[in-house]
């Protein structure tokens, strides 16, 4: 796809993070995260090609001109430049006032508090400007590091969706966290 222009591009300031909608030319960004198996190992698909990579650019791309829309597919940048993506965060929209969180940084950008900010800045949106009642996460057993953060953020572990989801060669189960409006900020914060 070449020559699109869109007419939403949504920025969000965070701390030194911008959170921004991704762009035409952004294929390389996304290919750094989702083609790297040391991320996708904790993601709901498997590592992607960079023509796979342009093509769920694509996707993400045409769905920003839902109206409403279906989803906040955004990259998380470092400002003031935005050029450079050290991740994402999405918020997939469902149901009535529901929304399906995700997020992954590249691993040199991990441990650094980054997610922190970048998750905590969607939710804020999510629950503030989109006027979500609850965002939901669905984290694998084995990824410690996304549960603490979710925990971290208040969100309350309520199950395991059993073979949740289909990747690296096997069905994964799902741990699953919610947090509800009116549960935000979290105590600490
Ligand atoms: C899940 C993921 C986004 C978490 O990223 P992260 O950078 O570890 O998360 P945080 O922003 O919460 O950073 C926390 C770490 O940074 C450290 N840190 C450093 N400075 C910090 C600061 N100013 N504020 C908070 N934490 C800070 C913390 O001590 C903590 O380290 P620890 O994990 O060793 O205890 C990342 O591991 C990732 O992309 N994984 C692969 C994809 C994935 O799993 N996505 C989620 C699928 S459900």
Redesign the pocket.
């Known amino acids: 796809m070449t020559g699109r222009t869109t007419s939403r591009s949504l920025s969000l300031a965070a701390g030194s993070l911008v959170l921004r909608d991704f762009e035409e030319g952004d294929t390389d960004g996304i290919h750094a995260?989702v083609g790297d198996d040391?991320?996708?190992?904790?993601?709901?698909f498997e590592s992607r090609s960079r023509d796979e990579a342009q093509s769920m650019l694509d996707g993400i791309l045409e769905r920003q001109l839902d109206t409403p829309r279906s989803e906040y597919y955004l990259a998380i940048t470092e400002s003031p430049s935005t050029e450079v993506i050290i991740?994402f965060a999405r918020l997939g929209l469902m149901g009535v006032k529901a929304a399906d969180l995700?997020?992954?940084?590249?691993?040199e950008?991990?441990?650094?508090?980054?997610?922190?900010?970048?998750?905590s800045r969607m939710i804020e949106f999510g629950l503030g400007d989109l006027g979500l009642h609850r965002i939901t996460?669905?984290?694998?057993p084995m990824?410690?590091?996304?549960?603490?953060?979710?925990e971290?953020l208040g969100f309350q572990r309520e199950g395991t969706i059993r073979d949740h989801v289909h990747t690296n060669g096997a069905w994964r189960d799902?741990v699953s966290f919610s947090l509800l409006e009116g549960e935000w900020p979290p105590a600490a914060e």
């Not at 996460?137 to 694998?140: L, P, W």
């Open positions: 995260i040391g991320v996708t190992y904790w993601l709901s991740g995700g997020y992954a940084l590249r691993p950008w991990q441990g650094r508090g980054i997610a922190r900010m970048a998750v996460a669905n984290i694998g990824n410690t590091s996304s549960m603490r953060l979710v971290s799902s």
